[in-house]
């Protein structure tokens, strides 16, 4: 980061945390799921492109895995601890680094602690809301995180 001229800067915080191994094969493994052959086969003979193909088809059919895999990266780098206490100064803490400095050497105010945690976990807890969230999102949620679509857990229940 300091090639770049990114310490300090929350950009070095963002930007190695958008793309994972975890959501390459997320999404992979959604993708070859939820977009089959057939209907990428369909959108040629209407005559998409390569892009229209994308923008058309498989992006709508992919946008809850989507949004779970945002959900789920925002919760990763808002918990992170270490990276940004590295990158970045003390003039420009994350969340969780703000935290940890609440805590005195041989006085603790819990009480500002806490306060400071309760804060901390609310955007955690308002990003993640499932229940709230649309059917599409919810299903996407239940085949991320059991991997079965409502066909396979259908068939295997009879």
């Known amino acids: 980061m300091g090639k770049i001229g990114w310490n300090g800067h929350l950009q070095a915080v963002i930007v190695p945390t958008m793309v994972t ?14 977009v089959p052959d057939e209907l990428l086969d369909a959108g040629r003979v209407d005559g998409c492109h390569t892009f229209q193909l994308y923008w058309h088809v498989v992006l709508p059919a992919i946008r809850p895995a989507a949004a779970v895999l945002g959900m789920l990266t925002f919760m990763q780098a808002w918990n992170d601890f270490f990276w940004p206490f590295v990158v970045l100064g003390p003039d420009n803490p994350t969340v969780q680094v703000a935290i940890a400095t609440l805590q005195g050497g041989y006085y603790q105010d819990y009480t500002l602690v806490l306060a400071g945690t309760a804060l901390g976990t609310l955007p955690i807890l308002v990003g993640r809301a499932p229940p709230t969230a649309g059917r599409s999102t919810r299903a996407a949620c239940w085949t991320c995180w059991c991997g079965c679509t409502a066909r396979t857990r259908r068939s295997r229940w009879r």
């Open 21 to 34: 191994a975890f959501g390459v094969f997320l999404m992979r493994q959604f993708i070859s799921e939820a």
